[in-house]
């Protein structure tokens, strides 16, 4: 499958779906800290999000999913 792993740049998650045989990419707007620069993508993840993925997953950040704060 062909995995897009947005808003990842550790690149935990990416790593293990290439180990299990995936196209799996990282993608963010700062760089990755993987150590797999040629499997990020470096950007804003809506513009790439129609591009054929087969599977889409999302980490963004807290701040954008909680009202803990409120």
Request: include cysteine.
């Amino acid at each position: 499958m062909k995995i897009l792993v947005a808003c990842e740049e550790s690149q935990a998650v990416t790593i293990e779906l290439r180990k299990l045989g995936h196209e799996a990419y990282s993608a963010d707007i700062i760089d990755c800290s993987g150590g797999r620069p040629e499997w990020h993508i470096k950007g804003d993840v809506l513009e790439i999000l129609n591009d054929g993925w087969d599977m889409i997953i999302a980490f963004p950040p807290c701040t954008h999913l909680s009202a803990a704060g409120a």
